[in-house]
């Protein structure tokens, strides 16, 4: 599929696919892609997927304008959109990016799903946590019931299957207050986590700015947060977020391999790095 797009008639075209700007936390990444596609000759198209241009019509756009390659980077891409159109004639290879990839045949490059988490439990687990949440973002994306899934499993190892399971409406700081307010809202004093697993750093952020702001309480004394992705203001003096760092450039370096044909298409799981700071 990629030898057919690159071999004949390229265009030196990618288009990048994100639909959801507001997480701060997915601007890293895409200048990382950005720079990397650039200086290798590559021109990107960036296309914003929202409520007037869905992905079926930037699919067709990609098309139209005759991309090399096209990289889904976002959350909510309907698979069954996207396969459909795929197996039409002339649709360019697709490419996802730090999410897991449900389309046949669409090679996605993420960060492990399992290693991480089994290091954050095992981490709290020696600090003495016992009383558990797990805060995800979109609950039905596959990344974030991996990352649910394997928080439960690891903590159930060490004795511990209970856990607390909040949900925020979207990937933002104010969605991840909402979240942490209404559990706090409704809970005992006596009877909340101690600890509490967010999805990403920007739902931890908005939890620590409630617990602490609206609360009260003392982080980690009363309640720890931990984060994901190692966002820039995560270990700000403000913050202190413990979180696990994406390899970043590496996983970007394997999306353009695939691109220019120098790599087997087959989906990349790529290891972290766990940064403990005074959240947890």
Same mark, same amino acid.
Do not use: W
């Given at each position: 599929m ?5 071999a004949t008639n390229t265009t ?7 639909d959801d700007?507001?997480?701060?936390? #997915?601007?890293p990444?895409?200048?990382?892609l !950005?720079?990397?596609l ?5 021109v990107?198209?960036l296309?914003?997927i929202n409520?007037h241009?869905?992905?079926?019509n930037?699919?067709?756009?990609a098309d ?5 390659a096209?990289?889904l980077?976002g959350?909510a ?5 996207l396969t459909?159109?795929?197996? =039409?004639n002339?649709?360019?290879p697709m490419?996802?990016l730090?999410?897991?990839s449900? /389309?046949?045949?669409v090679p996605?490059v993420?960060?492990d799903a399992e290693?991480p ?10 600090k003495?946590?016992k009383?558990?949440?797990f805060? =995800?973002g979109?609950a039905?994306?596959? !990344?974030a019931l991996r990352?649910?899934h ?6 159930a190892q060490?004795g511990?299957?209970?856990i607390?399971l ?11 207050a909402? =979240?942490?307010?209404?559990?706090l ?5 006596q ?7 967010c ?5 931890? /952020?908005?939890?620590l ?5 609206k609360?009260g309480?003392?982080?980690?004394e ?6 994901f992705d190692?966002?820039?203001l995560s270990g700000?003096?403000?913050?202190g977020?413990t !979180?696990?760092e ?5 996983m970007?370096?394997v999306?353009? #391999?695939?691109i220019?044909?120098?790599i087997?298409?087959? !989906?990349?799981t790529l290891?972290?790095?766990l /940064?403990?700071?005074?959240?947890a």
């Amino acid at each position: 599929m990629l030898a057919r797009s690159l071999a004949t008639n390229t265009t030196g075209q990618v288009a990048v696919f994100i639909d959801d700007f507001s997480n701060a936390q #997915k601007l890293p990444f895409l200048e990382a892609l !950005t720079e990397k596609l650039q200086a290798a000759g590559l021109v990107v198209m960036l296309i914003n997927i929202n409520n007037h241009f869905d992905h079926a019509n930037a699919l067709l756009h990609a098309d139209q304008r005759q991309v090399d390659a096209i990289v889904l980077f976002g959350t909510a891409f309907r698979d069954e959109t996207l396969t459909d159109l795929q197996h =039409s004639n002339g649709i360019p290879p697709m490419f996802v990016l730090a999410c897991d990839s449900q /389309i046949e045949g669409v090679p996605a490059v993420v960060c492990d799903a399992e290693l991480p988490l089994r290091e954050i439990v095992d981490h709290l687990h020696a600090k003495g946590y016992k009383r558990p949440g797990f805060m =995800s973002g979109a609950a039905a994306l596959s !990344t974030a019931l991996r990352r649910r899934h394997h928080f439960t499993e690891f903590r159930a190892q060490k004795g511990i299957t209970e856990i607390a399971l909040l949900s925020a409406e979207k990937y933002s700081a104010e969605a991840g207050a909402v =979240s942490v307010r209404r559990y706090l809202s409704e809970t005992a004093a006596q009877d909340r986590v101690d600890v509490l697993m967010c999805e990403n750093d920007i739902l931890a /952020i908005g939890a620590l700015d409630e617990i602490r702001g609206k609360f009260g309480l003392r982080v980690p004394e009363e309640i720890a947060v931990v984060g994901f992705d190692n966002y820039e203001l995560s270990g700000s003096f403000a913050y202190g977020l413990t !979180t696990y760092e994406q390899p970043r450039n590496e996983m970007v370096d394997v999306i353009l #391999k695939m691109i220019k044909g120098t790599i087997e298409l087959e !989906t990349v799981t790529l290891p972290g790095t766990l /940064i403990v700071r005074k959240s947890a």
